[in-house]
């Protein structure tokens, strides 16, 4: 890594969701591995798909890599969402083992590549692997391929605690500091979803996430009244400057939103 001269020099991805990139000096640093956490339904998929999704708009390939919900279940949910997939160059590898032909048409001028748990238990099969370890191997053997043959900016892990279930994590700060530097080695500028507890003080499974994490972005369902509202939060960002407070999270004609103020509705 270089020491930079000047902080104007520090390359962002933006997050795409209007007023939190203004409050983020314009987004995350590029190479950064930071956690989406949040309980269910919170939109951690939708969120992480809209940053992959503009960022082929814009000319930047990366990778989604499913592993709890299918591709076609993934891609249903964000067509309802109103994204527009005739758009991008949509990839989706059915297989790893095939992956060179799948991805040739992974032009430079970029492409959102996608691929599920289903893709990889192929290969797993076909070579009798079974041990948890074989399943990261596979996934970093996924990125790397695609890396080589694409030019590869961005990457998605959907999520984390699937893949705890898949591979042992009997030291788990070890083995994620092996894949949080892997990510960083590889160049990639990286989100990974965490399906978080119920508390802010308690934000992922292991509790060495978020310290290794360059960046955490929290996503909760606030109660008040009855009334249910979506909220985003950073919890915190590295070589940033940002604002910590807890904005209001909206999904409206096709744009994230995270507005300020949180006012208590009115009832
Ligand atoms: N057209 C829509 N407009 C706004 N919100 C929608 C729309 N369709 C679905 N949603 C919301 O999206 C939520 C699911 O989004 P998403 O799958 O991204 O969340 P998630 O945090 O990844 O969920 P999970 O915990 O299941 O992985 C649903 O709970 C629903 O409230
Ligand atoms: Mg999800």
Redesign the pocket.
Known sequence: MEIIKNKKEIERVKTHIIGLDENLEGGIPINHTVLFS?T????????TFNILYNEALDGNTGLYLTL??STDSLLN?MV???FDLSKINLIVIPDISNIEKDIKSATKKGSLIIADLGAIRKKLKDTKFSSGSDWLNAIFNLIKKVAKSTDLKLFVLD?LAALYVLSKFEDPRSKLFFIFESLRDLNLTSYL?S?APYSRNNITEFGVEEYLADGVIQ?QLTERYRKVTREISIVKMRTTNCNLDIFTLE?KNGKFQAMYGGKTPVI
């Open positions: 949040g269910a339904g919170t939109m951690k998929s939708s969120i709890e919900q949910h309802n969402l109103d999520s979803i399906e996503l999904y």
